[in-house]
């Protein structure tokens, strides 16, 4: 008999009863720890670099997919790079008064209402070749394809 009625309270209690304390502390932190927006990456060029303001403006280096009635367009990207935002140079740290216009970059930033903030920034590191010294190893030199 009393489980009959211990079963048929548990049938009757609302939906919305209070939960655990321990449930509801974790799915707050899980609501704490999703991404406000989600970042874009950009792949270009530096074309500016102000210092004072810690500002970098990066223009795309391949055109967008042309869409019905619009031509293909490269997009730039003005975007804050804060203190802590990691700089890499080829596979070694970096830092940001390192940074020059045409440096090729690769940048995850997250659009924001005030500007693009960075996330990351990682910059090529190419070593420029003296005029006929031999091409790096695997490559053909003369623009074709090795296999």
Known sequence: MVALV????????????PK?????SSSAATKKAAPAAPSKTIVGEIVWVDFPSRIVLVRESVKTTAV?????????VAMAIAPDVP???GKKPSTFAELKPKDH?????????EGAKAVSLRVADATPRAPGSPAPAGSAGDGSETD
């Open 87 to 89: 700089v890499i140079r």
């Open 20 to 24: 655990p304390a321990a449930s509801s």
């Open 105 to 113: 970059v690769v940048a995850r930033y997250v659009p924001a209402a």
């Open 68 to 76: 019905k009635g619009k031509p293909a367009t490269r997009e730039t």
């Open 6 to 17: 211990l079963l048929l309270a548990l049938l009757v209690a609302p939906e919305d009863a």
